[in-house]
């Protein structure tokens, strides 16, 4: 079955978790079940750190703060699914509560 990655990008919230609005971590956790549902098997699935804690290495190996290029919105965690084809996997990407950010879903290359 084809695998997809699914990035959550959001704003960073200066509280960091404790900041997001209760209904939000709620739609978050029900998106689980749901996905289930569609018989889309998670493959792997991690949040991430604050942008502080990243690293950039540019071209010919200089290392810098920050997790990319400027951006207003942060990677909040992703995940691997194996889904049916993209548009099974754009119906994932749908389920996922966005407050100002937005998801990226892409087709992985198979091993």
Excluded at 3 to 30: F, H, S, T, W
Aim: net charge negative; glycine share 10%.
């Amino acid at each position: 079955m084809p695998q997809y990655a699914i990035l959550i990008y959001e704003k960073e919230l200066p509280g960091g978790v404790a900041d997001i609005p209760p209904e939000v971590m709620e739609a978050n956790l029900r998106a689980g079940e749901k996905i289930a549902e569609m018989g889309v098997q998670v493959v792997h699935e991690h949040a991430m750190r604050p942008s502080a804690s990243a690293r950039t290495i540019r071209k010919g190996g200089m290392v810098t703060d920050g997790p990319f290029l400027e951006s207003k919105e942060v990677i909040a965690g992703f995940f691997v699914v194996e889904a049916a084809d993209l548009d099974q996997a754009l119906a994932v990407g749908r389920l996922l509560p966005i407050m100002d950010g937005a998801v990226e879903v892409w087709p992985l290359l198979a091993p």
